[in-house]
């Protein structure tokens, strides 16, 4: 029904920037809230920001400011800017779609490295 396919990622040095993008095909009618989680190695998948369909965007404690999380309707686009990163958001970032009646759809993810 629904594809999700997130790329982006790539290595940057702390303080670098990278824009993630997740493109949505298929039937998306209906979502109540995107977002993007990560998981690094030996820890859970988590969090890092919202955006509900009014536009309404939350974001983790930890991302400090430092991301944004905004879609583009026309391109069935959603994107997450990251800047002044650090290595602790080395992780394997996936985006993921959760419609009104509860069912998500998830990207096959994409790796962000943050390393000098």
């Known amino acids: 029904q629904v594809q999700l396919v997130d790329s982006g990622g790539g290595l940057v040095q702390p303080g670098g920037s990278l824009r993630l993008s997740c493109v949505a095909s298929g039937s998306i009618f209906g979502i109540n809230a995107m977002g993007w989680y990560r998981q690094a190695p030996g820890k859970q998948r988590e969090l890092v920001a919202t955006i509900i369909s009014g536009g309404t965007t939350n974001y983790a404690d930890f991302v400090e400011g430092r991301f944004t999380i905004y879609r583009e309707s026309a391109k069935n686009t959603m994107y997450l800017q990251m800047n002044s990163l650090k290595p602790e958001d080395t992780a394997v970032y996936y985006c993921?779609?959760?419609?009104?009646?509860?069912?998500?759809?998830w990207g096959q993810g994409t790796q962000v490295t943050v390393s000098s």
């Open positions: 993921n779609v959760q419609f009104l009646w509860g069912t998500s759809y």
